[in-house]
């Protein structure tokens, strides 16, 4: 059971907002105006800067200038009332129906012609509400500064490192409360209630759990009622929490009641080859992309196709950059320099060629050194984990 506040220090503010104000004058930037939902857009980027995670259903916005006090912008009152007392912002203001108009006047009556405002990823604001930003504003530059926030998150603080590591910790915890207590006959839901007694007393804020529980699933989902453990299919599990704080990790097990054979024999076997080269393949001055080819092409050797490789690790649950590419190239950070002091959750998961059944998906969470990459929380006795029934 925690103990910890599960807080940031007033140290760790104020280097993070240094550090933002540093970077937007090197950029030419007057300001930054970050927008962010719970779980759909831009929460991480919020949260870093605010200390207050964003209500299920409201829209933040947040306004930082390189030599005022940064405004945040809600549009709920209950919101409000939560950010007042746990934001490291003190000026909140409430705009529950013309949120994105008040941040609109707020940059026209300080900011005109000629200036520039780095705004969070665009591709995530909505066009009405870009439109707000831009017809009030015609002569201020709107500028995508994704990228320019994601190096600032990137390399962690000894602060972050800490609240990275314990987050990591409680996804060991479940993967083996998990393991300890999954049996044949279970439903996919039954076998997670252990787990989600477990973590309560962990300051878990938020979780996603993944599974497969048949030998011929095609992809890991969310637990369900109507899918159920056999006493000869593997299971798949993956744990991904968040804590208090923000800070969140993910651990992917695939646990066999049997000794794989053939094919799926041969999975498990590149995939702890797999594991073994992680530590020399992603170190400093790596290019993300040359990482991700290097596991791609040790798949392909062995005729299987690999996906999913993993994220970044900080706040929320995944932090960019992904490494994965989706098919529309967002997220496709590839160029991203790995550096000591970063957290990579490295989940390959491995498929036949053909794209059939059966899958193996493991992951783990490690920490890039300046001379050593290493696992955080090793539970990993064997690919796959054997299930004693």
């Given at each position: 059971m925690t103990t910890e506040t599960l807080q940031f220090s007033s140290k760790e503010?104020?280097?993070r907002f240094a550090e933002l104000r540093t970077a937007l004058k090197d950029n030419g930037f007057a300001a930054i105006a970050l927008s962010g939902q719970h779980h759909i857009f831009g929460e991480a980027a919020l949260r870093y800067y605010t200390n207050t995670m964003v209500l299920p259903s409201a829209v933040n916005l947040l306004l930082i200038s390189v030599d005022d006090d940064p405004i945040l912008f809600v549009d709920k009152p209950t919101d409000q009332y939560w950010v007042s007392r746990l934001s490291w912002i003190s000026d909140v203001r409430l705009s529950p129906n013309h949120i994105h108009e008040s941040l609109a006047d707020e940059i026209h009556a300080r900011w005109g012609t000629g200036d520039r405002i780095a705004v969070n990823g665009l591709i995530g604001w909505r066009a009405v509400d870009y439109l707000t930003l831009t017809n009030r504003n015609p002569g201020v530059e709107f500028i995508d500064a994704d990228a320019m926030l994601m190096n600032l998150r990137g390399n962690k603080s000894e602060e972050e490192a800490h609240f990275v590591r314990e987050a990591t910790r409680v996804c060991s915890l479940a993967q083996e409360v998990f393991a300890a207590s999954v049996r044949p006959g279970m439903s996919q839901a039954e076998a997670v209630a252990p787990v989600e007694h477990a973590i309560r007393a962990e300051g878990v804020e938020d979780r996603l759990w993944l599974m497969t529980s048949r030998y011929d699933d095609g992809a890991a989902w969310v637990p369900r009622d109507d899918k159920f453990i056999t006493a000869t299919d593997p299971i798949v599990f993956s744990a991904e929490i968040?804590?208090?704080?923000?800070?969140?990790?993910?651990?992917?097990?695939t646990y066999s009641p049997t000794e794989p054979t053939g094919?799926?024999?041969?999975?498990?076997?590149?995939?702890?080859?797999?594991?073994?080269?992680i530590a020399d393949w992603l170190r400093p001055g790596v290019v993300l992309r040359d990482f991700a080819k290097q596991v791609i092409e040790l798949g392909a050797t062995a005729g299987l196709n690999v996906q999913q490789l993993g994220h970044s690790v900080g706040v929320d649950m995944a932090d960019d950059p992904f490494i994965n590419v989706s098919p529309d190239g967002y997220r496709d950070l590839g160029e991203w320099t790995v550096e000591a002091g970063q957290f990579f959750a490295i989940h390959p998961m491995l498929r036949p060629a053909v794209a059939t059944p059966p899958l193996v998906w493991i992951g783990d969470v490690y920490s890039v050194g300046e001379d050593t990459t290493s696992l955080v929380e090793h539970n990993l006795p064997a690919v796959p984990e054997h299930l004693g029934w």
């Open positions: 503010r104020d280097r968040v804590r208090g704080g923000g800070y969140g990790s993910q651990i992917v097990r094919q799926y024999r041969d999975m498990f076997s590149v995939r702890a080859e797999i594991r073994d080269r």
